[in-house]
């Protein structure tokens, strides 16, 4: 960002330039080039140009895993953020400029982006190529070839080749059938050796191991490669960036573009800002309340699961009694007849307000405004024996509302934690921000009606 900066604000100062000199009319009018940009409109462009281009380039998604664009991406959102900014430069910037023919708005236009793209784009290239060496400079990342049986060196040696377009080889393989037998676990493995990503070898590990190694690996942030069978080929699944090897899907990646997680996540920081400063006189007199109705701690705080399964504290209003889990046994909400929980919880949870510090960690990235609740470690491990997809869960960030709690709330036992699974695998699967609009819509509802369960 600081490199996109100054090489705008340069890109900026050489069209200003130009400009002056072939524009009719400046020369005569100011003199010199120094008088020129020191109006007051040449500086107030200087100022405020450069930050508006950043936030093109943020939308378009560039800022998302940078070095992970292959050459033509990278220079297509380079092209497709200048062109926007040459149209929205001509504008607000040089619509109202008095020239003696009409080609010249055209001719502007068409000089601020042949100016912008190669000053903005050069740059980028340089200092992508220089982060790109230094990796290659480590040696191709190590991991884990996974099977379900015996490996020969001739498939390991096929892995590596398709591993090679990848950026990556085998350092270790590992039998997932003999785990039991070898004493340790495949992350405690691929920890020990320092091993940087692991590739399923198709054809050999069942779908439903495959969903139980993801729930393991999610935490440890690194790739699972996997060769897409034929059924996620005719589907449309598959989703992959090189066309010089053979398709590899990462199953810790939803493959979702770029510019929509630049956007979903700027949208998160947003609302939820403005939600809070807005929303400020109803948590303060909801702390209050909570305080001084029931006593006790104000906020109840537990740890959660969350993106690639990493932990974090999820903030809320304490909605029941002190010591609600004896023992420190987990135990889910029993809904509306569920003693532990207050008078004053109940009717927060009625209209949803217990939440709002939720919008704390969405703030913070913790969470998002809309995706998959999340759940703590004991009940992860619960649902997955029976739905070991639910590893699918962390390929996003939770959310503060989801499908799922738009259909049934708060799930009083596991049949309905399962059950309410499916909808928040529907949602990762139609990822949009129509999808994250109508289920806010929703949410909105259910809390104006008071339906929360």
């Not at 340069?10 to 009018?29: C, H, K, M, N, Q």
């Not at 799922?404 to 009083?412: L, W």
């Amino acid at each position: 960002m600081a490199v996109d900066y100054v090489s705008t604000l340069a890109g900026l100062a050489v069209f200003s330039f130009v400009r002056y000199l072939v524009v009719p009319g400046l020369v005569e009018r100011f003199g010199s080039a120094i008088a020129f940009f020191g109006t007051v409109g040449v500086r107030l462009t200087m100022a405020v140009c450069p930050l508006f281009m950043l936030l093109l380039y943020y939308l378009t998604g560039y800022y998302v895993r940078v070095t992970a664009k292959s050459r033509v991406n990278e220079f297509l959102k380079t092209a497709v953020a200048v062109a926007i900014a040459s149209l929205v430069f001509f504008l607000v910037v040089l619509l109202n400029d008095v020239l003696p023919r009409r080609r010249y708005n055209y001719e502007m236009i068409l000089l601020f982006f042949s100016v912008m793209l190669p000053i903005v784009y050069v740059p980028r290239v340089l200092l992508t190529s220089i982060l790109k060496w230094r990796a290659r400079g480590r040696g191709p990342r190590s991991f884990l070839l996974v099977s379900s049986g015996p490996v020969d060196d001739r498939v390991i040696d096929t892995c590596n080749a398709t591993g090679r377009e990848y950026g990556f080889r085998i350092g270790a393989v590992y039998d997932i059938g003999r785990e039991e037998d070898r004493g340790e676990s495949v992350e405690s493995v691929m920890s020990r050796l320092g091993l940087r990503g692991a590739m399923l070898l198709p054809g050999t590990i069942d779908s439903g191991k495959v969903m139980g190694l993801l729930s393991r690996l999610f935490p440890l942030s690194v790739p699972v490669m996997l060769s897409p069978d034929e059924r996620e080929i005719v589907t449309g699944r598959v989703k992959f960036d090189t066309v010089t090897a053979e398709p590899l899907t990462d199953l810790t990646d939803p493959h979702l573009p770029d510019s929509f997680v630049a956007v979903k996540r700027m949208m998160d920081i947003i609302v939820s800002g403005v939600a809070l400063v807005v929303l400020s006189p109803v948590l303060v007199s909801l702390a209050l309340a909570v305080r001084i109705m029931s006593g006790g701690p104000v906020f109840y705080s537990q740890e959660r699961i969350g993106y690639h399964g990493h932990p974090f504290r999820i903030h809320k209003f304490r909605s029941m009694i002190t010591d609600s889990e004896p023992g420190g046994r987990p135990m889910l909400s029993g809904g509306g007849n569920d003693p532990r929980v207050t008078p004053l919880g109940r009717w927060m949870r009625k209209y949803r307000l217990d939440e709002l510090p939720n919008l704390w960690n969405v703030l913070k990235g913790d969470m998002s405004l809309v995706g998959p609740r999340p759940e703590r470690r004991y009940y992860i491990d619960l649902i997955s024996v029976r739905a070991p997809h639910c590893a699918l869960l962390h390929l996003v960030r939770p959310g503060l509302t989801s499908w799922g709690m738009v259909k049934y709330g708060y799930a009083s036992d596991v049949d309905a934690m399962v059950e309410r699974l499916k909808y928040d695998i529907l949602y990762i699967q139609n990822l949009s921000m129509s999808v994250d609009l109508r289920i806010l819509l929703h949410t909105v509802r259910t809390v104006v009606r008071g339906e929360g369960k």
